[in-house]
Structure formats: C-alpha cells, structure tokens
C-alpha cells in the first residue's frame, strides 16, 4: 500500500506522445503490482497497462497494445506509462493504481485497491 500521485497528462495533438508518472510514496513500493487505469465521461474505469513488482512482465489492454509502454523504477519510487500514436479516443482521466501486493494479472478496477487522484489527457483530432 502506497500513496499515489500522478502527472503528465494534458493536450496533444491526434498522433502525438505523452509521458504520464506516478509517484509513490511508501516503504514497499517494489513490492506492489502497479497498474493504470482510465476513464472516460460516462463510462467505467477501463484498464490499460499493469506491470508486476518484479518489472518482468507486463500486460496491456488490446487498446493500448503496440502504442503504449508501462515501465517502473524502484529506485525512483515511480511508474511510469508512455504513449504515442494518440487517438482522440485516448482521451480519459488516467489513474494508476496497485493491489497491495504481488498479486499480477488483474485487469478489473476492483482488483486494485489503491489509486491516484488521476491527470487528464485530451487529444485534439
């Protein structure tokens, strides 16, 4: 269990990139699953990307899939989403979350406890 704060999001063109972070803080953040989350006006909070607490091993959302890239750094306590290729569709509220534990494979909202106030992405067609 870590708080979470993320940043990075704001508007850009149909086609271009954004870097979105989130910074934890808390003593055992390379011990958590961490994932990101996004949500749209009117509909549910909808899953991106995970990455386990090892870095290992990754999973994206068909969505997401070959456009965006989770990665993490323990020593900076942050993980961190990479996008390109951006649709107007991409536009959402982007939230990361973790489960509190090493649990890695969920891709439902409910399966992660913990979450960031979220930052805004807006893309321009």
């Known amino acids: 269990q870590v708080q979470l704060v993320e940043s990075g999001g704001g508007l850009v063109q149909a086609g271009g990139s954004l870097r979105l972070s989130c910074a934890a803080s808390?003593?055992?953040?390379?011990?958590?699953?961490m994932g990101w989350f996004r949500q749209a006006p009117g509909k549910e909070r909808e899953f991106v990307a995970a990455i386990s607490w090892s870095g290992r091993n990754t999973n994206y959302a068909d969505s997401a899939k070959g456009r965006f890239t989770i990665s993490r750094d323990d020593a900076k306590n942050t993980a961190y989403l990479q996008m390109s290729s951006l649709k107007p569709e991409d536009a959402a509220v982007y939230y990361c979350?973790?489960?509190?534990?090493?649990?890695?494979?969920?891709?439902?909202?409910?399966?992660?406890?913990?979450w960031g106030q979220g930052t805004q992405v807006t893309v321009s067609s």
């Open positions: 808390g003593r055992r953040f390379s011990e958590l699953t």
């Open positions: 979350a973790d489960d509190g534990s090493r649990h890695f494979g969920g891709t439902h909202w409910r399966e992660f406890d913990y």
